[in-house]
Structure formats: C-alpha cells, structure tokens
C-alpha cells in the first residue's frame, strides 16, 4: 500500500483523525497528509501511504481551491463557527459588483495575518492550544497569493464565493477580512477544498466509502494513485537495471552517467526500466557533476 489516496473528509472530523482511521482500518505503519483542514471543513484531503510519505514534501507547496461561504453580522475568535462570538455587526446592503470591486483589493500577492487559532506553531506548540489556555500569539503578516476570487450568491446575511490561492493561504482571514471591507464583521461558516497540490475533488473517496471497500476487501486499499503518476509534474529520466541497483545502495551519482544533457536544478524522478518510480535525485548545487539523494523508495514498485 505505497501511494496517494485522496479523500473526501467530512465535516466535524480532524485531519488527523481521518489519518487515524484510514491507518487503523488498513494496518498502515506510515501515513500523513499533504495540508491540514479544519475540522468544520470538507472536501480534499490528500494522504501519502507507505513510502509515499517520502515524497510528501512535492505536495505540500501546492496551490489549492475551495468553495467558502462567509457569515455577515458577527465575528468569532476563531474566524469559523466552532468559536464564541467577539463582536457583532449591522449588515450592509450589498450588490454583486461591490463585493467584486472588494475581491480584487484581495486578487493577487497580499500579505495576510495567520489566525491565531491555527497549527502553526510558536516554540514548538501550536497557536490553537496556545489561543485555548488563554495565551493567543499573533504571528507577523506573510506574503501568499489568491490567484482567482469568484462571487457564487449573494443572500444575506451570506455570501458564497470560490478562491484559487498559493499554499499557506487562510480562507477564514480571507473572509473576515472581506466583512470589514464591507464595513461590518463576518465569520466562515462553511468551507470545501476541491483542489489541491494538482489532485482534484472529483477523484476523491467518500470516507465511509472508502472503509466499505476496505470492509470488501481487507488486503487492498483501494484507489491508489501510483507515486510516479502523483510526481508527473517533476521532469523524468529513465535508467537502467545496473544503475537502479547503484541507487538503491545509495551509491553516488555522476551526471554523465544518468543526465548529461539537462541542466536542471529542480527535483527529477528517476525511473526504472519497468516505468516505475525509484528515486527522486537533483543536481548537488555545491558540486553539479553529481546528484543528491531526495529520495529513494526501498524496491523501486511505486
């Protein structure tokens, strides 16, 4: 079980509790996931199986796309309705192109206040457990970019809308931020990610779904997503059996050898004769004649 499964996460339940179950349900010793969601959200929760947990870290820079519905009239602590209301608002009337004019003051690059209840963390301990012993630590505004913001529906006192943004994005400051432009305050009360790091909704299992097929058939999980198909965005080179087995000792790698011809700094997948995944090298900055290591999967079956 070495791949990318992808899965619809229901409302009310943790990131890591749907890591919890998947593990549980399918005897898995390594599983993570590629971006947390809130609990109060659902949609695309992408989780790296097995040795695909080692190339996690190509899917965690990705841009991602969500369907949101922002709450006018009152504001929580927590930007979402999990939190206590801190304050309360009158509701403007509104009209579709004054939200649009309001949308592209927050179109591309910005800068943006991470919520304090949130998992990044502040010497080691996550700011939500922080901001629930009474201690909030704010952290210091930092650069992301929305790439696309569109209005859904108007009917108020919400609003729908759908953001195409980089990594590291907040759609809860997003929409707390869009209610005090309009002149009053709001909260989000519903949020679905349809795309991330290249992996759409579409493709995604429903959670109980996927626990009947595994009820179906216990030794298979299903729906895999290969990890060479999950890396398609990396540049690739195919090698032999003889240099294969160089990289699973972990022997070092010449550019003669394995890619003369592409000066390419960047992350390559390696692959075997059989089109499967082996390694993920790149081009040692310090010394170009030869590659690192990014990673090596144990016997070349991803």
């Not at 990705?62 to 309360?88: M, N, S, V």
């Not at 992350?267 to 499967?276: Q, T």
Request: contains cysteine; glycine residues 8%.
């Amino acid at each position: 079980m070495d791949g990318i499964l992808l899965i619809d996460k229901p409302r009310g339940l943790s990131s890591a509790a749907v890591v919890g179950c998947i593990k549980r349900t399918f005897g898995l010793k390594k599983i993570g996931h590629a971006g947390t969601l809130d609990p109060f959200a659902t949609g695309l929760l992408v989780l790296c199986l097995g040795r695909a947990t080692r190339i996690s870290r190509y899917f965690l820079g990705g841009d991602k796309a969500y369907e949101a519905t922002l709450r006018l009239g009152f504001a929580t602590d927590t930007l979402d309705p999990e939190g206590a209301i801190t304050e309360q608002a009158p509701i403007p009337q509104v009209t579709p192109k004054a939200i649009r004019d309001i949308f592209k003051q927050f179109s591309g690059p910005i800068r943006q206040i991470p919520p304090a209840y949130s998992a990044l963390k502040h010497n080691g301990v996550p700011l939500y457990r922080l901001a629930r012993q009474g201690n909030p630590v704010q952290k210091p505004a930092r650069s992301v970019v929305v790439h696309t913001l569109a209005l859904q529906d108007i009917a108020l006192p919400d609003i729908r809308f759908s953001v195409h943004c980089s990594s590291g994005t907040y759609i809860r400051t997003l929409a707390a931020d869009f209610a005090r432009s309009m002149g009053t305050v709001g909260h989000l009360v519903e949020l679905r990610r349809t795309e991330c790091c290249g992996f759409s909704i579409h493709k995604a299992l429903n959670l109980e779904e996927c626990l009947e097929k595994a009820r179906q058939t216990p030794a298979m999980l299903p729906d895999l997503i290969p990890m060479t198909e999950a890396l398609h965005f990396l540049p690739g080179v195919r090698v032999n059996n003889a240099l294969t087995e160089k990289i699973f000792h972990g022997k070092v790698l010449s550019t003669a050898e394995i890619l003369p011809s592409v000066p390419h700094f960047g992350p390559v997948r390696v692959l075997n004769a059989e089109s499967r995944l082996v390694a993920v090298i790149r081009r040692n900055e310090d010394d170009p004649d030869f590659f690192c290591y990014d990673a090596v999967l144990a016997d070349g079956t991803a």
